[in-house]
């Protein structure tokens, strides 16, 4: 969400005829003279990084420009070390264009060649709605973007549409809870589930829709409707929906309003309507109060879910939050433990998760450029990803694929 807000303000700062140079690069034909930074502080280790980048922008002396999560929650304190600096409001993408414009006047210098970075990638963001409908007690990021602000069908479809009519394969619906989509804009009948049939029966050109990360306790409420949104062939059987624990008092403790069973019983119906569908999952570790026994039944929830994609993230007190001053913190080398724990249940499960789908995949988006040398990274119709020799494909391609043996976290093949 906050990368497609960046990618929102580079193009809308290209039109205005501003020279944009993505990424801390200084080998350009000239320095650059300011750096627009979208920051992110959702833990602590993210937010040091924040820091550091501040200061080394405001050492080589460039003009210091502090957009995303921290420019809100802790904009004061950003001013009080970089006095110079300037604060943008970037919560959402109206403000994105408003914080621009007020910040940036169009460029009437004449730039001969504007030089743009050639496209490694096909993807484009998608930014449905900011803000949310939870009250998870560990959650920073709802303090900085509030209630949840969804942006109209007709405004979604467009941002698709420019995306497919730019050449981009790869459209990236995302916001903190795309199944929370249209809840406040009194629309009747209009949700994820409505929003992904509008997609799929008007927009032109070829490409595919990954849907972002949605909250179990919103998606409980659309159930029928969003799973009959999935149906469409242009949306990949992706499924990102974060459990966070295993426990259910530890879930209590979280706010995240549902218990484990509830969790497995929806994923049980999602596996349901879409058998082959890839499911990502998130648990934190090391949350307030969290026993070994709550440990253990992480565990047996990885080994029973088994899940495509697990995300571990170390919990971390984030300021002005509940959990920060929970009692029962759990000490950084025992969540580091727990951690390589559930990373070593969840490799056991992944390969034989991996092994069953060995096989045909049809219709596969060649989406980017393999980590190694002379391999492309393509996605089957669920988002697995597949690693394939690049010799005889291209970017954007949609290919058949045969794979016939599994890597860490992919498939490799070739192409049939
Ligand atoms: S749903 Fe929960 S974790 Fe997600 S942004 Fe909202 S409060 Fe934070």
């Known amino acids: 969400m906050n990368q497609g807000e960046a990618d929102a303000a580079r193009r809308l700062l290209a039109s205005m005829g501003h020279e944009v140079v993505s990424g801390p690069v200084d080998d350009g034909p000239e320095p650059t003279d300011a750096v627009l930074i979208f920051t992110c502080d959702v833990i602590s280790s993210t937010e040091r990084r924040m820091w550091k980048r501040m200061r080394e922008v405001e050492s080589e002396g460039k003009r210091l420009f502090v957009a995303g999560c921290l420019a809100v929650v802790d904009g004061e304190r950003v001013l009080s070390e970089f006095p110079d600096a300037c604060i943008l409001d970037t919560m959402g993408i109206p403000a994105v264009e408003s914080a621009v414009q007020g910040h940036f006047s169009a460029c009437t210098?004449?730039?001969?060649?504007?030089?743009?970075?050639?496209?490694?990638?096909?993807?484009?963001?998608?930014?449905?709605?900011?803000?949310?409908?939870?009250?998870?007690?560990?959650?920073?990021?709802?303090?900085?973007r509030g209630a949840l602000i969804s942006n109209r069908p007709e405004r979604v479809m467009s941002m698709v549409q420019s995306g497919v009519d730019m050449g981009r394969k790869e459209v990236l619906l995302t916001c903190q809870d795309t199944a929370a989509y249209g809840a406040d804009l009194g629309l009747e009948g209009v949700d994820l589930g409505s929003l992904l049939r509008d997609i799929t029966s008007n927009t032109l050109g070829t490409h595919m829709v990954r849907v972002g990360m949605m909250n179990p306790s919103s998606l409980l409420k659309h159930e029928s409707s969003i799973l009959d949104g999935f149906k469409g062939g242009d949306i990949f059987k992706f499924f990102h929906i974060p459990v966070q624990s295993g426990s259910d008092h530890i879930l209590k403790a979280m706010g995240r309003g549902h218990d484990a069973g509830t969790y497995m019983g929806l994923i049980d119906r999602v596996r349901g309507a879409y058998p082959w569908a890839v499911l990502s999952t998130d648990i934190i570790v090391g949350f307030p109060g969290e026993s070994e026994e709550d440990h253990r039944r992480n565990i047996e929830l990885v080994r029973e879910l088994r899940p495509e994609i697990l995300n571990l993230t170390r919990f971390s007190t984030r300021p002005g939050t509940p959990a920060a001053s929970m009692e029962g913190q759990v000490h950084g080398n025992v969540s580091k433990e727990r951690s390589r724990e559930l990373t070593r249940a969840h490799r056991e499960v992944l390969a034989s998760v991996l092994n069953k789908r060995l096989g045909l995949h049809r219709g596969c988006l060649v989406s980017e450029a393999g980590k190694r040398e002379g391999t492309m990274m393509a996605r089957d119709r669920n988002y697995l990803p597949i690693v394939i020799p690049s010799d005889d494909v291209a970017l954007g391609e949609t290919v058949d694929i045969i794979t016939d043996r599994a890597g860490p976290t992919y498939l490799i093949g070739k192409v049939a």
């Open 109 to 144: 210098e004449d730039r001969p060649g504007l030089i743009s970075a050639p496209m490694k990638r096909l993807d484009h963001v998608v930014n449905i709605s900011t803000g949310c409908l939870g009250s998870c007690t560990y959650c920073i990021t709802r303090h900085a």
